[in-house]
């Protein structure tokens, strides 16, 4: 489906939270933490962007007053962007695959009701599921063409 960017979807897949490691974090914010590390060490731009927008962090960026910081990057809107959003939320924090439904049911879980991050996957839940639904019906015209 993805062509010749499929390098740069895996690349995003693999990195896309790396902005978690102790050592990278700088506002607390991983997907904004993730993209200034990888543009440090001077990875693609595209991947760079693509990191600091995955799954709709402009939504948690908002709740955390870090909006403006996010806008250095371009959330690109593309087949690759929702295709990495997907993959993101229909698999498990250890990689087994799940559905959307079940993914966001066990983030707000693991993080409790009164928590920023279930405030915003509550949020940004519409995006993303319309981000799947792109994709799927994509993957579909891959194998059924129109
Ligand atoms: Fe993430």
Redesign the pocket.
Known sequence: MVGDDAAILEAAAVL??V??APNVVRTGF??LD?ALYLRSIEAPERLVHLVAH??C?VREAQLRGLADQLAEFVDEESPIRDALWMC?LTTTPDGEPTSFQSRVEEIKQRYGPDDLVTAFIDAAAPDLSAAIDRTTARLREQVQPM
Request: negative net charge; proline residues 9%.
């Open positions: 896309h939270d902005g978690y991983h997907p993730g995955h799954s962090a993101d």
